[in-house]
Nanobody, 116 residues
Framework: QVQLVESGGGLVQPGGSLRLSCAAS????????VFWYRQSPGKQREWVAQ???????AFADSVKGRFSISRDNAKNALYLQMNNLTPEDTAVYYC??????????WGQGTQVTVSS
């Protein structure tokens, strides 16, 4: 059974940083495309960042230069380092991956709130 479990969210002041983690089990993510998405209240889920075999890590324009994505193959985990956070980054953040057969997997999400 594939599970993705996000953690690391919380309340942070504008300008602050958070590091989100996504622990994977039941699937080896080192060779799989991995993604971070986010969803704010009343808005559609938004792509944030990805690591795929097709190229270097990619980021949404809204987070470029502030966020970085990485994975630890030994821990089978994915990370999202978020710096210089703004209230517009407030959302539930989800990690996602897919199997070789195209099945998508999502975590339950972790809440990030940026507020003073």
């Amino acid at each position: 059974q594939v599970q993705l479990v996000e953690s690391g969210g919380g309340l942070v002041q504008p300008g602050g940083s958070l590091r989100l983690s996504c622990a994977a089990s039941g699937i080896i993510i080192s060779s799989r495309p991995v993604f971070w998405y986010r969803q704010s209240p009343g808005k559609q889920r938004e792509w944030v960042a990805q690591i795929t075999a097709e190229g270097p890590p990619a980021f949404a324009d809204s987070v470029k230069g502030r966020f970085s994505i990485s994975r630890d193959n030994a821990k089978n985990a994915l990370y999202l380092q978020m710096n210089n956070l703004t209230p517009e980054d407030t959302a539930v953040y989800y990690c996602s991956t897919s199997s070789r057969f195209g099945t998508e997997y999502w975590g339950q999400g972790t809440q990030v709130t940026v507020s003073s």
